[in-house]
């Protein structure tokens, strides 16, 4: 049970470029969630999604997207890397309202 | 969902209480207290939540006052791996269930 698995850990991509940031998890969790964390900041909700099929935007969605095409993956994708996406992004899903969260272990991400 | 405040950071003693507190005195009846720590950049950890009642597991309990504007949340004999942020969230349970997160209490357990 590997529960929530992210990659890559590490990356650095130049101004301009694409990515897909994965995230897996194997716990047949409705629910999941991608975050962004700044240095000596919280963590900031970028999108979500309550079941396979669906998402939704969070607090600061505007240069990413995503897809959930099965349930167990929960795709970021960043379309035209800036640098002020440089960050760690934190993966996170979650059985039902009623519980908390099992968080990745995240991506360390640098536009260069 | 209400908003929390906390202090930014305490110091404990190895082995002593750590008592954390939280202030959510907008909070409303039908939301949850949740707690979780990032320890030195990994993924955070969901510690405990509760919605009126004191609640404990095998990693902390949780205090919520009667009247419900505020709680404390008590590692009872902290240890070293215990230093870390430490985050309080007021929660509806809605369509999304999203949590939002603060700047949190950064905890520093010293020897």
């Known amino acids: 049970n590997a529960g929530v698995t992210q990659t890559p850990k590490f990356r650095v991509l130049k101004t301009g470029q694409s990515m897909t940031l994965l995230c897996a998890q194997d716990m047949n969790h409705e629910y999941m969630y991608w975050y962004r964390q700044d240095p000596g900041m919280g963590l900031r909700l970028i999108h979500y999604?309550?079941?396979?099929?669906?998402?939704a935007k969070g607090e600061v969605p505007d240069g990413y997207n995503v897809s959930r095409l099965k349930k167990q993956n929960f795709l970021l994708g960043l379309e035209s890397a800036a640098p002020s996406q440089t960050s760690v992004y934190f993966c996170a899903s979650m059985l039902t309202g009623l519980y908390g969260y099992t968080f990745g272990s995240g991506t360390r991400l640098t536009v260069v | 969902d209400a908003k929390t405040t906390q202090p930014p950071s305490m110091d404990c003693a190895e082995g002593r209480a750590a008592n954390l507190p939280c202030n959510h005195s907008?909070?409303?009846?039908?939301?949850?207290v949740y707690w979780y720590r990032q320890i030195h950049s990994q993924g955070p950890q969901y510690i405990i939540h509760?919605?009126?009642n004191n609640e404990t597991n095998e990693m902390a309990s949780l205090i919520i006052t009667e009247d419900r504007k505020s709680s404390t949340l008590i590692l009872p004999h902290a240890t070293l791996r215990d230093t870390a942020v430490y985050y309080c969230?007021?929660?509806?349970?809605?369509?999304?269930?999203?949590?939002?997160f603060g700047t949190g209490t950064s905890l520093t357990v010293i020897p």
């Open positions: 907008t909070i409303s009846g039908n939301e949850y």
């Open positions: 509760g919605l009126k």
């Open positions: 999604s309550v079941g396979e099929g669906t998402t």
């Open positions: 969230i007021v929660r509806v349970q809605n369509t999304g269930n999203q949590f939002y």
